[in-house]
């Protein structure tokens, strides 16, 4: 697979992936955009019970279990294509929201259905517009690019809640998601305004036919790769133990056991996304000055240890705070370095055949055992009390992670390695 010219210094210069930077934004802020405004419509319009909102909880993330499979489809034929359509399908069944309510006709079921589909479009185009990246970019902008892309996914992240909020002021929240379908409109214009033409993949002989082959190859290459194994096992704790368990029972823990006001467990959680912008901005600076190992292990460092300060947070209600905020700033920052720094060092040495497989299959890892953490993490706590269990969660789940990668061959790695297949 040729890449695009390596003259270019910047990716400002580079009208392509300018264009799929945009889509991406565009798509990213519509996602989350959907992902407040879908409950809201669900309890202030469809006055869905605990039980029903449950429900749309579960088939907002339960399509992410296909990752795997998508990576696969991804492998296998172009993927402009897929960003295109899967951000035009969003648009549609979007629209049929505020049809259905205009129309007096919206129910749960419909709700229900319509979720679920832009759940699985979403996760769809999440692997294919990772694993088309580095067919737009050449490998020394790797990390230019992936910096960018994390910054408006962080922007989005923090704005997108609170622009759906202010619009929710105006319009009625199925209204709201008219504006949403644009966005995800405006992404697939984005989208089909790149030129660079682009083959169909030619199809791996031993694994076309068997689309279980060809998922094993994927998740066998991630773990037997000595670079790629500690951050696929360190991303697997991480989500048991952290995205899982710890945030599971984070919010009860803040205002039961704090005694913090529940309108400022917000403010908290805003601390993480101005963290993580500023770690966004960061990333590209600190690559340079650092090694690539140190970059990895150092970012973990910091981060994990930071959340130390969420079972440590005692004493006045604004020292409590404090230690929160501290806590969801430091990891914010520290967790958009390492991102941008293991997206690169993924994309660089993952060959091209296998670019959407091994991003699929990372992202399995890091998002399919959160569901099991959060289970463990309530029983633990009816168990033993919120606090002891959160000593325990996060002594684990910042730890570990941090063992499996100082121990490996990436604590040791100077420099980015030479390309795969370029």
């Known amino acids: 697979m040729a890449s695009p010219t390596s003259e270019q210094s910047t990716l400002w210069r580079n009208a392509d992936f300018l264009r799929l930077w945009a889509g991406q934004s565009l798509s990213q802020l ?60 969003r648009f549609v069944l979007l629209m049929l929201i505020p049809i259905a309510w205009f129309a007096d006709m919206l129910t749960l079921v419909w709700l229900y259905v319509v979720i679920f589909l832009i759940g699985l479009l979403g996760t769809m185009f999440q692997v294919a517009y990772r694993s088309y990246f580095p067919f737009l970019v050449p490998p020394e902008n790797f990390l230019e690019g992936n910096s ?72 066998l290459w991630v773990m037997k790769h000595p670079l790629i194994r500690p951050l696929a096992i360190s991303s697997a704790v991480f989500s048991l133990f952290i995205l899982g368990a710890m945030n599971s029972i984070y919010a009860l823990y803040v205002i039961r056991e704090l005694g913090v006001p529940a309108a400022w467990f917000g403010g908290i959680l805003a601390g993480g996304g101005v963290g993580a912008i500023l770690g966004a901005l960061l990333a590209v600076r600190v690559m340079k000055r650092y090694s690539v190992g140190g970059v990895l292990v150092w970012s973990m460092v910091y981060g994990n240890v930071a959340l130390f300060l969420i079972p440590l947070a005692t004493g006045e209600i604004w020292l409590k705070v404090g230690m929160l905020v501290a806590a969801q700033v430091v990891s914010g920052v520290t967790a958009q370095v390492f991102f941008v720094t293991n997206t690169t060092l993924v994309q660089t040495i993952t060959p091209p055949q296998l670019q959407g497989r091994v991003v699929a299959s990372i992202y399995s ?58």
């Open 30 to 89: 519509g996602s989350y955009v959907t992902y407040f405004a879908i409950p809201v419509i669900a309890v202030t319009v469809l006055n869905a019970s605990e039980e029903e909102m449950g429900v749309v909880g579960f088939l907002l993330r339960a399509p992410m279990v296909l990752f795997l499979l998508f990576g696969v489809l991804a492998d296998r034929v172009r993927k402009r294509p897929i960003l295109i359509w899967t951000d035009v399908a």
């Open 148 to 219: 960018k892309l994390q910054l408006t996914e962080s922007l989005a992240n923090t704005l997108g809640p609170g622009v759906a909020a202010a619009l929710l002021k105006v319009i009625a929240a199925p209204v709201l998601l008219v504006v949403d379908a644009v966005s995800y409109l405006a992404s697939a214009i984005a989208v089909a305004l790149i030129k660079r033409p682009e083959s169909r993949p030619e199809a791996d002989d031993t694994t076309a036919r068997q689309i279980h082959k060809a998922i094993w190859e994927g998740v």
């Open 365 to 422: 890892l890091g998002l399919i055992p959160a569901p099991l953490g959060a289970l463990g993490a309530g029983l633990l706590a009816g168990a033993v009390g919120i606090r002891p269990a959160l000593w325990v969660i996060i002594t684990i789940g910042a730890l570990v992670p941090i063992a499996a990668m100082a121990w490996s061959p990436l604590a040791k790695l100077k420099q980015m390695p030479e390309p795969a297949g370029q």
